[in-house]
């Protein structure tokens, strides 16, 4: 008997939908543990500098801002990322590589997370409150986009230049090549995209960097609790459970 089919692309959707559900509950508990006391020491000397307090007309408490408000804001965001997630490794599995579902699900993640976090990060780093010209918001998201879209292209493209290249340089050869050739096109589009630099020249150095390492962590405690959850459930989905053992029947 051949394998069974794998199951359809619906099942691995709402599977990694809620392994990014779990994800965001991590993500939420790192945010509110280290992001949290940083994003309320930058609004104070937002407020010390302008000379009174934001809160007071704010129309949601800061209270409220820093759990439901982050809490839903992280669990969306979380979910709808699962689900994109499981779309990709719906594509690579079984294009990648003879890797079973977990390891898979590790190499997406882990690619994921180079893409989409780490590269766009070390180009346009997250600010806290206070930082940044207002009238500049549109035009700095629109570039942290376009790093982002210049990081998962050649990303793709480095996938199947490494295929196409593995028949004749070998798996090893061809990763190394394809990498290469990633690193190459994104110091490209490092150098070539404009720096974005408006922290204030009086704003303590000390408070950006733990800002932005919090930032960090919160990304990193999201794509690895998901890699792990989905590397679970993805298992659970395509690998059969094993069929039970016969009861032998003593004989007389």
Not at 30 to 40: F, I, N, Q
Request: with cysteine.
């Amino acid at each position: 008997m051949g394998s069974p089919p794998p199951p359809p692309p619906r099942t691995l959707l709402v599977r990694g939908m809620l392994a990014g559900l779990t994800a965001g509950v991590a993500a939420f508990l790192v945010a509110y543990l280290l992001g949290e006391a940083k994003v309320d020491a930058a609004i104070a000397i937002e407020e010390a500098a302008a000379g009174h307090d934001h809160g007071e007309d704010a129309p949601v408490s800061r209270a409220l801002q820093a759990t439901a408000g982050l809490g839903t804001g992280v669990l969306l965001y979380a979910v709808a990322l699962g689900g994109i997630a499981a779309l990709v490794y719906c594509f690579a599995l079984g294009r990648v590589g003879r890797f079973g579902p977990r390891a898979t699900a590790a190499l997406v993640t882990g690619a994921l997370y180079v893409t989409v976090t780490l590269v766009p990060f070390f180009k346009y780093p997250a600010d806290p409150p206070a930082v940044g010209d207002p009238g500049t918001a549109a035009r700095r998201t629109a570039l942290y986009l376009l790093m982002i879209a210049l990081s998962l292209l050649p990303a793709a493209g480095a996938l199947i230049l490494g295929r196409r290249l593995a028949p004749r340089l070998g798996n090893g050869n061809a990763s190394i090549v394809a990498g290469a050739g990633f690193v190459v096109a994104i110091g490209l589009a490092y150098a070539l995209l404009p720096g974005v630099n408006e922290v204030p020249a009086d704003f303590p150095a000390t408070l950006i960097w733990e800002f932005r390492l919090a930032s960090l962590a919160i990304q990193t405690a999201l794509w690895a609790t998901f890699g792990l959850a989905f590397g679970f459930l993805a298992e659970r989905a395509l690998v059969p459970a094993p069929a039970p053992k016969e009861a032998v029947q003593p004989t007389d």
